[in-house]
C-alpha cells in the first residue's frame, strides 16, 4: 500500500542511536511478556478483591485476544517490513501488529476497570489518558522500529478494541445492577 511505504519511509530517514533505544523501551513495555504480566497481576489483584467479573473481563479478554492476535496473523500472512529497515528480529507474520492489538485490548479492559472501581473523574481522567498513550506509544513504536507497517498497527488497534469491546459486553452487569462496591 503507498500510505505503508511512505509513512514507513518517513519513519526511518532519521533515527538516531539514543531514539532507537527510547523507542525500543517503549516497544518492550507492549510486548507479550510485559502484557501478560501486567495482566496477571491485574487479574489476581481482581481475585483477592472479590472482583471476579473484572478479573475475568481483564484475563478472558487477554488471554482470548491472544488466540485470535495469532489466528489473524496466520489468515493474513502478510510479510514484515524488509530488512535492513527492520530493527526487530521477528519472524512471526506482520498483520495485525499483536503488540497494537494486545495493548489496545489491555488499555480498554483496565479503562473499563477503571471506570467501573475510581470515583474520582480527574484519576479516572488521567488513568485512561495514560491507557490510551500507552497503546498509541506502543504502536507507533513498531513502526519507527519497521517491524510493522502502519496498516498492521492501525488494524491491531481496531481488532483490539473491537476484542475488548466483545468481552466488556460478555462481563457487564445485568441491567439495573451496580458495578461499584
Known amino acids: 500500500m503507498p500510505v505503508d511505504s511512505s509513512v ?21 513495555s507492549g510486548g507479550t511478556v510485559a502484557a501478560w504480566i501486567i495482566s496477571v497481576v491485574l487479574t489476581v489483584t481482581l481475585l483477592r ?29 502478510r510479510d514484515r517490513p524488509p530488512l535492513p529497515e527492520r530493527l526487530v528480529d521477528i519472524s512471526t507474520y506482520s498483520f495485525p501488529s499483536g503488540h497494537a492489538m494486545m495493548t489496545a485490548t489491555l488499555a ?7 471506570v467501573r ?15 490510551g498513550l500507552y497503546t498509541l506509544m506502543v504502536g507507533l513504536s513498531r513502526v519507527y522500529l519497521a517491524a510493522h507497517w502502519i496498516t498492521d498497527v ?28
Not at 125 to 131: D, E, F, I, K, W
Open 8 to 28: 514507513l519511509k518517513g519513519a526511518i530517514e532519521d533515527r538516531p542511536l539514543w531514539l532507537v533505544d527510547v523507542v525500543t523501551a517503549i516497544t518492550n
Open 49 to 77: 478483591q472479590d472482583r471476579r467479573r473484572d478479573a475475568l473481563l481483564v484475563g478472558g479478554a487477554m488471554l482470548s485476544g491472544w488466540a485470535v492476535m495469532s489466528g489473524l496473523k496466520q489468515l493474513f500472512r
Open 108 to 114: 480498554c479492559v483496565v479503562g473499563t476497570v477503571v
Open 154 to 181: 492501525l488494524a491491531g488497534w481496531v481488532f483490539g478494541a473491537l476484542w475488548a469491546a466483545f468481552w466488556i459486553l460478555l462481563t457487564r452487569s445485568p441491567a439495573g445492577t451496580s458495578t461499584r462496591p
Open 117 to 131: 472501581l475510581v470515583v474520582l473523574p480527574r484519576v479516572r481522567a488521567a488513568a485512561l489518558t495514560l491507557l
